[in-house]
C-alpha cells in the first residue's frame, strides 16, 4: 500500500536495516520526507527505476503489494547504487566464468556487458528500460530495449545467459523464465543466476517505489531462495554444475544437456525414496 499521509503532508516510509547473517530483516520508520505525488508509470519504463539509473542512487524498493502474510517485510530494497557502479568481486567471479557470447537478461545499468565487452568477450544486454539501455551502451556496451521473451537475437546460439541481482523474479513466473532461457543457449550452454539470500519461494504483485512516494504500476515479480531455484531449473530441464555463495550473494551455474535423453538419464540413476531416512 501506499505510504499513510501525516497531517502536515509528509509520510513515513518503511526501509530495512542490513542485519548480520543468518538473521531475520525487519521493518523500521524511516525519516518523513515531502510527500510527492506522481502518475504511476510503466514498470521499470517511467517509474522511480529509471530516474534512479540517470542519478545512479537510490533509496529504491520494490512494495510488496500482495500477498502480505504476517511479519513479512513490505518493502524490499533494489541495491541501484551497487548495479551503477563497477564491478564488484563477486560481480568480477561470475564474470570469470563466462565463455562469449553472453546475453545478461534484465541488464540494468550494464555494468557487467560493459566488463565483459572490456575484456573482449561478445556480450549482449536486454532490459525493457530505456535509461537502462542508454546508460549500457554510454559505458560501452551493446543492449537491446526488448523483453527477454521477445525474439531476440541469436536464439539457440548463446553460450552464457546471465541472471543476476535478483532477475529471477522477472515475470512473476519462474518456471516460464527459466525454460525460456534454455531456448536461448545453445545445447552444453550455461545459465548463471543468482538466487534470493533467504530461503524463499514467492509469486508476488509489486511496485518499484522510492523514498518520496513516487511509484510505478504493480506488475508480477518472484523471489527464489537457492533450493527453489534449483527445482524450478531441474523442471525446466537444465543440470546443476555448481553451486556458490560469495558475501551473502547465493549463485548457481546450470547447464542445458546436449541432448534431452540426457536428462532422463539423470533420472534414471536418482536413488528411488522408499520413506526411509534422509541420507547425506
Not at 534449483?230 to 542445458?256: C, D, K, N, S, Y
Request: aromatic share 4%; with cysteine; glycine share 12%.
Amino acid at each position: 500500500m501506499s505510504p499513510a499521509p501525516t497531517g502536515n503532508g509528509s509520510f513515513v516510509a518503511e526501509r530495512f536495516q542490513q542485519k548480520p547473517a543468518g538473521t531475520r530483516q525487519q521493518t523500521v520508520p524511516a525519516p518523513s520526507a515531502p510527500s510527492v505525488r506522481a502518475a504511476p508509470g510503466t514498470p521499470w519504463e517511467a517509474d522511480p527505476y529509471a530516474q534512479a539509473l540517470r542519478t545512479g542512487s537510490g533509496p529504491l524498493y520494490l512494495r510488496r503489494l500482495a500477498p502480505r502474510p504476517l511479519g513479512t517485510a513490505e518493502l524490499l530494497p533494489l541495491d541501484v547504487e551497487r548495479w551503477c557502479a563497477a564491478p564488484d568481486a563477486t560481480d568480477t567471479d561470475v564474470l570469470r566464468r563466462c565463455t562469449g557470447p553472453v546475453l545478461d537478461v534484465g541488464c540494468g545499468p550494464g555494468r557487467l556487458v560493459s566488463a565483459l565487452t572490456a575484456r573482449g568477450v561478445s556480450a549482449l544486454g536486454v532490459d525493457v528500460c530505456p535509461e537502462a539501455v542508454a546508460r549500457t551502451r554510454r559505458q560501452g556496451g551493446r543492449a537491446l530495449r526488448r523483453s527477454v521473451f521477445d525474439r531476440l537475437p541469436s536464439e539457440g546460439r548463446w553460450h552464457t545467459v546471465l541472471l543476476m541481482d535478483g532477475n529471477a523474479g522477472i515475470g512473476g513466473d519462474p518456471a516460464a523464465l527459466l525454460t525460456r532461457l534454455r531456448d536461448l543457449v545453445r545445447p552444453g550452454g550455461r545459465l548463471l543466476a543468482e538466487a534470493a539470500d533467504d530461503d524463499v519461494d514467492e509469486r508476488l504483485t509489486v511496485r518499484v517505489e522510492d523514498g518520496h512516494g513516487r511509484h510505478g504500476r504493480p506488475f508480477p515479480w518472484a523471489r527464489l531462495g537457492t533450493t527453489a531455484l534449483l527445482h524450478t531449473a531441474e523442471t525446466a530441464g537444465w543440470i546443476l554444475t555448481g553451486r556458490w555463495t560469495a558475501h551473502g550473494r547465493p549463485f548457481v551455474e546450470l547447464h542445458r544437456p546436449y541432448r534431452d535423453r540426457d536428462v532422463l538419464s539423470m533420472e534414471s540413476e536418482r536413488p528411488v525414496d522408499r520413506g526411509g531416512p534422509a541420507r547425506r
